[in-house]
């Protein structure tokens, strides 16, 4: 505005002096010309009063000239003046943009460029400053490696302007490269030719190597999942399956194609379960923690196991709705006869030390210290540091972090109580995420308890970048499991996604150049264009078949197929829509049920279909021998036949339990057609196929198995007579617990019978504490089949006492289970005397230092050993030696005399 008023004030000081120096050229004028008057009278003294007018009039004309002329530029100037202040604005704000910037002119040479642009480029803004823009900007692409065309060169050609692209990379003035971004756009002046180009760049390396590391965390996640040795599901909030990992197939049977997309309540959850489940599953989306959830299932192979199950919340994202992850964990106790060690080792080694999570070992000791006791391998690993310098220490002094938090008291309340807790910790640094871990605490023993930790910090970044992004919007149809396309009513495919392309056999680029029918069997072609047919013209809404494709190695594929057709505004086909789905593996999964029904006919175990009338309507070649009648007869038989134990009126009730329990197993007996009965072990299994109910079952003969184990009872029972004759004491500890004790341990020990076999009972809290670990290294030498030689250690009696004991162990067999035998000695009374023996000894020792030296003749009885002394008395050895020297005397027993007198020692 200043400007404005300057130049105004100079136009109008301008027309004053005109109008002067125009006053004053009329009067020299007329001076030269007429030499009438003085020179000084003709300027304003001697003038006509109208000629001095008129003078004036011409002034006055030019200043009137001077002011009209400023006004007409005002509005100009003061546009100008704005512009000027603006392009100083939009200059600063260039200059400090996070965005590379590059101004050039018509001719490509730069005249701009700001900060960023110096730090992306490796140039100063002077050093660039009228040089060519191929100069500073040298750019090849980042797939060829060939020399890319200069976008600003590009603009000013062709007046349009660049949008952003990837794939570029700079070479900056240090000869480095760097992945870029950019786009240019061209200036124009008033009459629309063009001035020049802007260039805007960024460096994209960071955002790329974040891309790559996302992705890599998220096929470390999947892989993590795959392998866990727990079943991992994940589920929508209205229970569908969306995860369904490889142990889970293996538990339930299901492949994952077949489980995804299926209500995992009515699937998978027995009935009575569902209620209490899908309230867990609600109470874990609203944002409280889950309580936990235990039931027993059938696994694919007929087994009932219990299972506890951990159920997390998914957090909401752009592309996908909340959800929820369920984990379950194995946690049967019952273990079978045969592979109760091995199963041992084998949960030792899986959930342990090969565990992928973390897992930290806690002893709560009776005045509330937390003490560590040691940490699986993947802890170390997760943690990077070795866990072993905090083995004896409290939770506290181990880990500083965990004082002020509620940590130490939900650790202290799993090893008392039995609490399950579970939590996420999620550490940030610069609004980053620096470290993520699901824990869960949970009771091991009574007063012992393990903290579970698993590295979930991909996890939570990529939930994280997963929010700031919509890239993942393209998963609905790029990365779908299964094949989709849109295709033309003449057949042509328009758009695909990847996993069709899989299907199919061919790259994207081919397929888009084909119909369907080319890549569709010969054999299936007809039937297929039918269904089209129909649905163009409004016979059919969507329809589902089984086809086959082409593969482009020849190969042939077997499909589902769902396809929709999908009309425009005036209901003209526009394309269809369809679903493909890989069955491949399902045709294999029919041809092996033929071979599994092969198998089956022929099997060592007799099979049976029975119906709801406990009829045969199937039965294999072993069932045939085993009874000894044909196949012919048994079908025209029932279960009440053969089975005395199920005659007619037992048999709806076993029918409706078989419904309600799906499968169990029972013990039975079979009567054979010559009427002999031999003993069976039966699985029964319910199904219902085609709206038919079958109880399919499978017997085995134990009669062998039977005889083993009366044998074994028999054996069981000759132990128990010895036992309880024996002056030692005698217990047997399976998995743990104590299952017999023998009378002398409840004399010694002051508990009964009662309170051993408690399952409550701790039976380490019969061992003195400092011999706590040793007992326990003892046990673990035995689990690993090693023999362990008698050992001392100490009991702790119910009031408290310390008993003195050597224990001699073995592993046994007891009530058909691999066991720990003990056998226990009291030898505190022989521990007293050895003390006391080694007590007088010393005092002897120093005794003998001090005695003084009696010389001379002393007379002693050769009986009783005692000494006459100068008088003529006899005294007994140890007043005569104290009265003469400083010698003091104690009474002890010397080894031999110990043996003598107590030969139990």
Known sequence: MKNVRRIRLEIISLSVLFGFLAYILDVVLEYYTFHEEGFWNLLIFNVPPHELFMRFLIVTVFVMFGIFVSGLFSSRLNALSALSATEAKLTAILRCTGDAVIAADASGHISFMNQAAEKVTGWKANEASGRSIDDVFKIVDAITGEKAANPVKKVIKDGRAVSMTNHKILVRKDNSEILIGDSAAPVFNESGEIQGAVLVFRDESERKNARLEIKKSEQKFHSIIQTAPNVILQLSPDYKIQEFNPEAERIYGFKREEALGKDYLEMFVPEDDREY?????????????????????????????????????????????????????????????????????????NVVDSSPMGMHFYRLEPNGRLIFEGANPAADKLLGLDNKQFIGKTIEEAFPGSKGTEIPERYRAAALDGETWQTEQVNYLDEKIKGAFQVVAFQTAKNRMVASFFDITEQKIIEKELKESEERFRSTFEQAAVGIAHVAPDGGLIRINQRFCDIAGYTREELLQRTFQDITHPDDVKRDIGFLRRMVSGDLKTHSIEKRYCRKDGTVVWVNLTTTLLRDQNNKPKYFISVIEDISNRKKAEETLKRTQFSVDRSVDAVFWVDPDAKFTDVNEAACKALGYSNKELLNMTVHDIDPNFPAEVWPSNWEELKRKGSFIIES?????????????????????????????????????????????????????????????????????????????EEILGYNKEEFYSPNFDFFKLIAPEYIQMVKKKYDKHLKGEDVEPYEYALLASDGRKIEV??????????????????????????????????????????????????????????????RDDEGYWEQIETYIMERSDAEFSHGLCPECSKKLYPDF
């Open 669 to 745: 007996k079979h009567k054979t057609k010559d009427g002999r009965i031999f003993p069976v072990e039966i699985a029964l299994h319910y199904l219902k196929i085609d709206g038919k109910e079958y109880n399919c079952a499978f017997a085995r003969d134990i009669t062998d198995r039977k005889r083993a184990e009366e044998a074994l009872k028999e054996s069981e029972e000759k132990f128990r007579n010895v036992a309880e004759q024996s002056p030692n004491m005698i217990f047997i500890n399976r998995l743990g617990k104590i299952v017999y004790v023998n009378n002398r341990c």
């Open 806 to 867: 050597i224990i001699n162990t073995k592993i046994i067999r007891y009530e058909g289970e691999y066991s720990l035998l003990g056998i226990v000695t009291d030898i505190t009374e022989r521990k007293k005397a050895e003390e006391l023996r080694e007590k007088l000894i010393a005092d002897l020792q120093k005794a003998a230092g001090e005695i003084k030296t009696l010389s001379g003749f002393i007379p002693i009885c050769a009986s009783c050993k005692k000494i």
């Open 277 to 349: 489940f899908g309230g867990e599953i609600k109470r874990v989306l609203s944002g409280e923690p889950s309580m936990g959830y235990k039931n027993t299932i059938i696994t694919n192979g007929g087994r009932e196991r219990n299972y506890l199950w951990s159920i997390n919340r998914i957090p909401d994202t752009k592309d996908y709705p909340a959800g929820v992850t369920v984990t379950g964990y194995d946690i049967t106790d019952r273990k079978s006869v045969n592979d109760s060690v091995r199963e041992s080792e084998e949960k030792f080694r």
